[in-house]
């Protein structure tokens, strides 16, 4: 398995990785103006394809891109699994497509349409298990999210969670969580939050500034019907010091327990059931 992308796709095109397809006039470089997805190839397909592409391309609509026709989920899965292939990156793979606007100046009139960029990079098969060792978090303490209509795109503008990553590799954690302008949790750095109390589990609604996770989104859909109750509800950090169990979700790893917030220290009996159940 070829572990160095050899390709990368841009608007359709196969280059050699590491060949330049921006200029410096390039809105996504000068601004951030645009969406990314990072996605699990698996088996050859897309883990969770339909909520990636629903995300994006609600997304899209939201920053007043206006895709042509021939732009759609069947084109990028296309283009995707394509790359994959070519690359030697198949069964297993991480891709990240990144949507972006063209050139251009803060107030020069907007190209609708998006471009698009595709990378690819091979996994180890253990990488979709389930953490034999409990993940240490945090809180980020330098920055917070707002609660606004921004706040669960994907966006490129990902400074503050970069700044959180980095916060957690200083600080000796393998995470850290983002808090929003209440003072609430929000998410963490590459993923959604959950915890357990009592056997209920809970969550941060959207109207707290997470990121609109596609795993969260697959979790919140089939948890009731396999028998784990979820709520959506605000979470500060002094609830996860009375929480049972914590867990972090995101799409190339779907489920990972945490042992230990603040000094506390949690069990993963649930946890361990939802990976069997609904991700295993």
Same mark, same amino acid.
Request: hydrophobic share 40%; charged share 20%.
């Given at each position: 398995?070829?572990?160095?992308?050899?390709?990368?796709?841009?608007?359709?095109?196969?280059?050699?990785?590491?060949?330049?397809?921006?200029?410096?006039? +390039?809105?996504?470089? =000068?601004?951030?103006?645009?969406?990314?997805?990072?996605? $699990?190839?698996?088996?050859?397909?897309?883990?969770?394809?339909?909520?990636?592409?629903?995300?994006?391309?609600?997304?899209?609509?939201?920053?007043?891109?206006?895709?042509?026709a021939s732009f759609t989920p069947q084109l990028l899965e296309?283009?995707?699994?394509?790359?994959?292939?070519?690359?030697?990156?198949?069964?297993?793979?991480?891709?990240?497509?990144?949507?972006?606007?063209?050139?251009?100046?803060?107030?020069?009139?907007? &190209?609708?349409l998006p471009h698009y960029s595709i990378e690819s990079w091979?996994?180890?098969?253990?990488?979709?298990?389930?953490?034999?060792?409990?993940?240490?978090? &945090?809180?980020?303490?330098?920055? =917070?999210?707002?609660?606004? +209509?921004?706040?669960?795109?994907? +966006?490129?503008?990902?400074?503050?969670?970069?700044?959180?990553?980095?916060?957690?590799? &200083?600080?000796?954690?393998?995470?850290?969580?983002?808090?929003?302008?209440?003072?609430?949790?929000?998410? +963490?750095?590459?993923?959604?939050?959950?915890?357990?109390?009592?056997?209920?589990?809970?969550?941060?609604?959207?109207?707290?500034?997470?990121?609109?996770?596609?795993?969260?989104?697959? $979790?919140?859909?089939n948890m009731p019907a396999a028998g784990f109750p979820v709520?959506?509800?605000?979470?500060?950090?002094?609830?996860?010091?009375?929480? &049972?169990?914590?867990?972090?979700?995101?799409?190339?790893?779907?489920?990972?327990?945490?042992?230990?917030?603040?000094?506390?220290?949690?069990?993963?009996?649930?946890?361990?059931?939802?990976?069997?159940?609904?991700?295993?």
């Amino acid at each position: 398995m070829n572990s160095t992308p050899d390709w990368i796709n841009f608007d359709g095109t196969l280059l050699r990785s590491g060949t330049p397809f921006l200029t410096a006039a +390039s809105r996504a470089f =000068r601004y951030a103006d645009g969406l990314f997805e990072t996605m $699990l190839i698996q088996k050859d397909r897309i883990r969770l394809g339909a909520n990636h592409f629903d995300r994006l391309f609600s997304g899209l609509q939201f920053l007043g891109f206006a895709p042509p026709a021939s732009f759609t989920p069947q084109l990028l899965e296309r283009e995707i699994l394509g790359l994959c292939a070519a690359n030697g990156h198949l069964p297993l793979s991480r891709v990240r497509l990144v949507a972006f606007r063209g050139e251009g100046g803060l107030f020069d009139p907007i &190209d609708p349409l998006p471009h698009y960029s595709i990378e690819s990079w091979p996994l180890p098969v253990e990488s979709t298990d389930l953490n034999d060792r409990g993940l240490i978090i &945090d809180v980020f303490p330098d920055g =917070r999210k707002a609660c606004d +209509s921004l706040a669960n795109l994907k +966006s490129n503008n990902y400074l503050l969670y970069v700044l959180a990553a980095r916060y957690a590799q &200083d600080h000796g954690l393998d995470d850290c969580l983002v808090l929003n302008s209440q003072d609430r949790l929000a998410d +963490s750095a590459i993923a959604n939050l959950f915890y357990v109390l009592d056997g209920q589990v809970y969550t941060p609604p959207l109207s707290e500034a997470g990121v609109a996770g596609v795993m969260r989104r697959y $979790l919140l859909e089939n948890m009731p019907a396999a028998g784990f109750p979820v709520h959506e509800a605000p979470v500060t950090p002094e609830d996860l010091l009375k929480a &049972d169990e914590v867990f972090l979700t995101n799409a190339l790893k779907g489920i990972r327990w945490v042992a230990a917030f603040r000094g506390k220290q949690y069990i993963n009996h649930t946890t361990k059931k939802v990976y069997k159940q609904l991700i295993e």
